[in-house]
């Protein structure tokens, strides 16, 4: 399994960012899909899960209203569109994929077990 996250960059506060997560190497369809995120000294902490249909989605308290995750089944592709972000955002964003197919969508980071290398986005205030 091989996920490919992309779309980070320098970006002021108020501003949007897209991220992008390929992934291949599973039956992509099956699996739900998250982003994290990691800031040095701290944990990685959920941002934001989407079911493997595309018609569930949970967000972290911290990004909700402003960040929208999405897939694309076809393309084996997820998607992270972040408005109105803050400095507080600032951190290497990882997509993650599920253990195990189908299920609830989870929030935990034992919930995957197939991480991408991770794009650092950066909100300078």
């Known amino acids: 399994v091989q996920l490919q996250a992309s779309g980070g960059g320098v970006v002021q506060a108020g501003g949007s960012l897209r991220l992008s997560c390929a992934a291949s190497?599973?039956?992509?369809?099956?699996?739900?899909m998250g982003w994290f995120r990691q800031t040095p000294g701290k944990e990685r902490e959920f941002v934001a899960v989407i079911g493997w249909a595309g018609d569930r989605t949970r967000y972290a308290d911290s990004v909700k209203g402003r960040f929208t995750i999405s897939r694309d089944n076809a393309k084996n592709m997820m998607y992270l569109q972040m408005t109105s972000l803050k400095p507080d955002d600032t951190a290497v964003y990882y997509c993650?994929?599920?253990?195990?197919?189908?299920?609830?969508?989870?929030?935990?980071?034992?919930?995957?077990?197939?991480w991408g290398q991770g794009t650092l986005v950066t909100v300078s205030s």
């Open positions: 993650a994929i599920h253990r195990v197919p189908w299920g609830v969508p989870g929030i935990r980071y034992s919930d995957y077990d197939y």
């Open positions: 190497g599973r039956t992509f369809s099956r699996f739900n």
